[in-house]
C-alpha cells in the first residue's frame, strides 16, 4: 500500500521514507467574532505518485479547508496554520508566496466543481488554456502552447479540438466543458492534482466518464490525486485510500477495501448504510445520520461524534463524553478514532452492517456499472454539443 496513515513527525515511520505529499498535524483555524472556527483540527495522510486518496465527509467537514492548504490558498486570509505540508520533500508552510505561486497550476494543480464559475466567459477556451501554460512557460511561443492546448482537449476526448479550441465555455455542454477544466489542470504536467467535487454537478454517466479520464490520465502522467467527495460511489471508482473526516478531524483512515467491508468507527459505518443500492443508483449527497455535525466553534467535549453516536452507552464510565479517543491502528495500514476496543467492534457494529450488508457490494457493483455506460456517455455528450454549437450555425 504507497497511501498510508502515517505517524506523527519524527517518528520512525518517516524517518526511513517520505511519501510525495506528507501532511502531518495540519490544523487550520480561523479567528471570527463568534469565536476560533476549528476547520482542520490535526489532519495527517501522506500520498505517493501514481496514487489516489479520497477524502470524504459531510458538508463542513473540513475537506476543502485542507486541500486549499495544500495549495497555499489560506494564505490570503487570516487562517491560523500549523503542523506541515511538504511536497517531494519541500516545506509548502514556509515557502515564500512566489515560490508557491510557481508551484500551483504547475506541479500542483486543482479541478473545481463548477467549470463555468472556474472558466472565463470573455475568453476562448484557447486562450484561457494557453495562459494557464505560458504563466509558467513564459519564453514558451504562443503557437506552441495552443498546439499543446489542442492535443489536451483531444486527449481529454474533446471531439475536433483544432476547431473546438478557438470557442468560447459557453459553446460547450456541461461535461464537456468539465473536460476543459480537466485539459487546464493537466496543462502543466501536475504531479500532483487535487479534484475538489470534480463530478458532483454532473450526472452519473458523464461522471463515470470523467472519472475514467482521470484515471487513464493518472496512468499516463503518474500524477497523485486527491479526490474531495460527498459520494462513497466515487470513492469506490477510483481512490487506492480513503480518509474519513468529521468535525475537523480524521476519524477513519485505510484502503477502499478495507473501509467498505470492515469499517471501523460509527461515523463510517453510518456513511456506508446511507449510500444507495444498485438498483437505486443516483448521484446522493451523504447525509446519512441523525443530527447534524457540531459547531466548529463549540465542539463537544471527549469524542466529537458523541451527540450522534448510538454506541455511547457501550463504552464504559462515560468516556465518550469525557475523553477524545486518539487515532489508533485498528489493525495493520487502518486507523479510527474510537473508544470500543477495535477486537469487539464487529459485534458492535454488527447489526448496522448487516443492514448495509450488500451495500458494500451494491456501492462497488454501481461503481462497475457506471463505467460500463461510458461509451454511451461519449456519444450522448457529442449530441449535447451538437445540440448546443447548432443555434450558433444557425445565427
Ligand atoms: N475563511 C473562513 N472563515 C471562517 N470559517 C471558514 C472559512 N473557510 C471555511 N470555513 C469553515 O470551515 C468549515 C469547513 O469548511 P470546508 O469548506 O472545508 O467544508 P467541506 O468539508 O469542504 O464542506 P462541503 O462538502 O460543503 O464542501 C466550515 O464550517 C466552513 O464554514
Ligand atoms: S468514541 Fe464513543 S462516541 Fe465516539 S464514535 Fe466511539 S463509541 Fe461513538
Ligand atoms: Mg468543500
Do not use: W
Request: charged share 25%.
Amino acid at each position: 500500500m504507497s497511501v498510508t496513515a502515517t505517524q506523527p513527525t519524527g517518528s520512525a515511520a518517516n524517518a526511513d521514507h517520505e511519501a510525495f505529499l506528507e501532511v502531518d498535524d495540519l490544523r487550520v483555524h480561523f479567528p471570527t467574532d463568534d469565536g476560533v472556527v476549528k476547520s482542520v483540527d490535526g489532519i495527517t495522510f501522506s500520498l505517493e505518485k501514481g496514487q489516489t486518496l479520497g477524502i470524504v465527509g459531510e458538508s463542513g467537514s473540513g475537506k476543502s479547508v485542507t486541500s486549499q492548504a495544500v495549495l497555499g490558498l489560506h494564505r490570503r486570509t487570516n487562517a491560523k496554520m500549523s503542523g506541515r505540508i511538504a511536497l517531494d520533500g519541500q516545506d509548502l508552510l514556509t515557502l515564500p508566496e512566489a515560490e508557491m505561486r510557481h508551484l500551483r497550476g504547475n506541479k500542483m494543480a486543482m479541478v473545481f466543481q463548477d467549470p463555468l464559475s472556474a472558466l472565463h466567459p470573455y475568453y476562448t477556451v484557447g486562450s484561457q488554456l494557453i495562459e494557464a501554460y505560458r504563466v509558467h512557460h513564459k519564453s514558451t511561443a504562443k503557437k506552441v502552447a495552443k498546439s499543446r492546448a489542442v492535443d489536451l482537449l483531444g486527449r481529454v476526448g474533446i471531439p475536433n479540438p483544432k476547431r473546438r479550441v478557438d470557442q468560447y465555455p459557453h459553446e460547450f455542454s456541461g461535461g464537456m466543458r468539465q473536460r476543459v477544466m480537466i485539459a487546464m489542470a493537466l496543462m502543466n504536467d501536475p504531479e500532483l492534482l487535487i479534484a475538489d467535487e470534480p463530478t458532483t454537478a454532473l450526472d452519473v454517466t458523464v461522471q463515470a466518464q470523467i472519472l475514467d479520464l482521470m484515471k487513464d490520465l493518472q496512468r499516463e502522467f503518474g500524477s497523485a490525486i486527491i479526490l474531495i467527495t460527498h459520494d462513497l460511489g466515487v470513492v469506490a471508482d477510483i481512490a487506492d485510500d480513503v480518509l474519513v473526516m468529521y468535525a475537523g478531524r480524521c476519524v477513519e483512515q485505510g484502503t477502499v477495501d478495507d473501509l467498505f467491508y470492515q469499517p471501523q468507527h460509527p461515523y463510517t459505518v453510518g456513511l456506508l448504510g446511507s449510500m444507495p443500492r444498485l438498483d437505486q443508483v443516483r448521484q446522493t449527497r451523504l447525509d446519512p445520520i441523525p443530527g447534524n455535525p457540531p459547531s466548529l466553534i463549540n465542539l463537544p467535549s471527549g469524542c466529537k461524534f458523541n451527540p450522534r453516536c448510538p454506541y455511547t452507552e457501550l463504552v464504559p464510565d462515560r468516556l465518550c463524553f469525557t475523553e477524545e479517543p486518539a487515532l489508533a491502528e485498528a489493525f495493520p495500514g487502518h486507523r479510527s478514532r474510537c473508544h470500543i476496543p477495535p477486537e469487539e467492534r464487529s459485534v458492535v457494529f454488527a447489526e448496522a452492517l448487516s443492514k448495509r450488508g450488500d451495500r458494500a457490494d451494491s456501492i462497488k457493483g454501481a461503481a462497475d456499472d457506471r463505467s460500463r455506460r461510458t461509451a454511451e456517455t461519449t456519444r450522448r455528450d457529442d449530441a449535447d454539443d451538437r445540440a448546443v454549437r447548432e443555434p450558433e450555425r444557425g445565427a
